[in-house]
């Protein structure tokens, strides 16, 4: 025996209805939009925690220049480049008195020399030269 099939009535048609897809297609749509913008982020931290560590690097080799050279430099303010994984830096150094003749108080400063705001302070580390031996 074999079974005929009835034809389905009209307007009962299986699928997916137009307001269906359009909701399915919206929801995507601003999931999509949440992860492209959450890569934005995630690639915008990135590079500031790049300079970051560029400018700390920086900051430390100046000081630890400083330190080597052994001189007690006078109060004031040095500028000098201080290149560092072929970023363009600055570092600006400014020197204090301190309460001990024998030590000086330096601030480095580093800037990006090629940013759009050369201004703009990365980093700031502070340390003491001393002219003991």
């Given at each position: 025996m074999t079974s005929i099939e009835r034809p389905r009535p009209p307007g009962r048609e299986?699928?997916?209805?137009?307001i269906e897809v359009l909701v399915?297609?919206?929801i995507i749509a601003v999931a999509m939009g949440a992860a492209l913008r959450a890569t934005g982020v995630?690639?915008?931290?990135n590079r500031a925690?790049?300079?970051?560590?560029l400018a700390l690097l920086?900051?430390?080799?100046a000081l630890a220049q400083l330190r080597l050279e052994q001189v007690?430099?006078?109060?004031?303010?040095?500028?000098l480049p201080c290149e560092q994984g072929g970023r363009e830096l600055q570092c600006d150094l400014e020197f204090k008195n301190s309460m001990n003749r024998s030590?000086?108080?330096?601030s480095v400063r580093v800037r990006d020399?090629?940013?759009s705001r050369p201004d703009a302070v990365l980093l700031q580390l502070d340390g003491l030269l001393s002219g003991v031996r």
């Open positions: 299986r699928g997916f209805t137009l399915a297609l919206a995630m690639a915008a931290n925690l790049q300079d970051k560590t920086a900051a430390q080799n007690l430099p006078r109060a004031g303010t040095r500028t030590f000086r108080q330096v020399a090629s940013a």
